[in-house]
């Protein structure tokens, strides 16, 4: 009798034991996941504790295979939790792989500046120019994540006085909610600014862009996960503010086609993005791409030059980019990684004699300092991040993005899921992590000798090359002179040059 009663209380203890954990975790408001799963939720954290452990006995499986792998993820999470950085005993990385990169460190480093570099977008013809962090919020659209980590990631951006793109699906009210510096980012879908016909339409976009969050305004030609192909937003998931947002009947299908309506050769490219700065008041103007073809680079550069007028900036995105759904094919076969495609645009715009007016920015896998000083190095002006951004906000890469059981409340529609996203504690995060980040690309600068972002050159980073051979990018790769395309293009770039016209796109040739 005393065994059951002990064993009455025993079971009684446990479940109130249950219950009171229960209940601190839907009221804390640190981690998202044990609001979203009270109790079991610890379970994830309790493996993040032993895998390194566990790693040990089974150090030959590929724990990873992730876009990004456990250290790139504990750096944003500490980061982001404004945890203490230093590590102890030395990289876990081989320094001696075969294709391992390295910035060149000075022998008379200098101290880092107290506040970071920024960078002025605007060119000649642009009369509000914006100064631009050098890492901000990568494009992606309300719809592919929810209102809360809209709100967070705007509100971190205001924080941190950096900028926030709102990606194709047009500036929700959670965009404007903070007061965070926006991109207004159109693609061929133009949400926000369409008529129902799906055209272009200059009164609606007039009227956003003036407003004064807007900085920048931005035309999505193609995005690194998936180049050359559209997107279809199910009527089911058109719902009342979707179809407020993006100017779209409620409940209708609603389709990005492929291909813009607004442009379809060079000239009319550069024409628009003209438009939309008109438009926007004069503020900067450009548009993002994947670099598909050289030759279509060269394209646009000759049509800058006919039309006689630039666009402020380009963001250059890689095929290793990210998306909430893409086909797999495009994920991984499709479109110029960012080295190649950055380093592209970069050496077209230099050899076209036009690259001091056009501010490059760059986005792929840019989760760390080292990346964005690389990125600045191989020809950006500034950075983009969205998945690392979308992991500050309390994103566990659990790729569910396209499920909308997305279990962090990041990339989801779902109001239960999304809801338990603090916004106060994320957005705190996403601050903390963006200035932790483009501080540590400052102290890696001052270690280079480096006082200003523009003088960082090809020169300051390094790849094995074989087992035996370590070379720059300088001498790895081609870097064009000023002008040299127009005054005698090289023998490398002769033919594309000369394939390039400003009256069509010409795909590969
Ligand atoms: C969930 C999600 C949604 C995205 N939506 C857009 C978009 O609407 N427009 C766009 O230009 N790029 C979009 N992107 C691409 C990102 O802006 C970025 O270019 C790409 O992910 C590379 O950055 P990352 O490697 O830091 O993620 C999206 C990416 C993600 C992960």
Known sequence: MALRNAGRWGVGAVGAGVAALATWDLLQKKHTILRRYPVVGHLRYLMEDIRPELQQYFIERD?????????????????????????????????????????????TPLEAPDEPSRVMVGGPDCSRPYSMALLNVSAMSFGALSANAIRALNKGAALGGFAHDTGEGGLSPYHLEHGGDIVWEIGTGYFGA?????????????????????????????????????????????????????????????VSPPSHKVFSTPTELIEFVARMRELAGGKPAGFKLCVGSRVDVLAICKAITEVGTAPDFIIVDGSEGGTGAAPLEFEDHVGMSLTEGLMTVHNALVGAGLRDTIRIGASGKVAGAGDLVKRLTQGADYTNAARAMMMAAGCIQAQRCHTDKCPSGVATQNARRARALDVEDKSE????????????AMRLMAAMGVRDPAELTPAHLR???????????????????????????????????????????????
């Open 429 to 440: 995060r996403v601050h903390r992590y963006q200035r932790a980040t483009v501080d540590e």
């Open 194 to 254: 369409r008529t129902d016909d799906g055209d272009f339409d200059p009164e609606m976009f007039r009227e956003t862009a003036s407003k004064d969050q807007v900085k920048t305004v931005s035309l999505k030609l193609s995005q690194g996960a998936k180049p050359g192909v559209g997107g279809v937003l199910p009527g089911a998931k058109v719902t009342q503010e979707i179809a407020d947002t993006r100017r779209v009947p409620v409940g209708v299908k609603c």
């Open 463 to 509: 790849r094995n090359e074989s087992t035996t051979e370590t070379r720059s990018y300088a001498e790895i790769y081609e870097w064009l002179a000023p002008g040299e395309l127009l005054d005698q293009p090289p023998s490398t770039w002769a033919r594309d040059w000369a394939l390039a016209s400003p009256d069509h796109f010409g795909g590969a040739r």
């Open 63 to 107: 724990w990873d295979g992730r876009p990004y792998s456990r250290d790139t993820r504990a750096l944003i999470y500490e980061r982001a939790k404004g945890v203490d950085e230093e590590k102890p005993y030395g990289t876990e990385l081989d320094v001696n792989r075969i294709g391992h990169e390295h910035l060149v460190h000075s022998t």
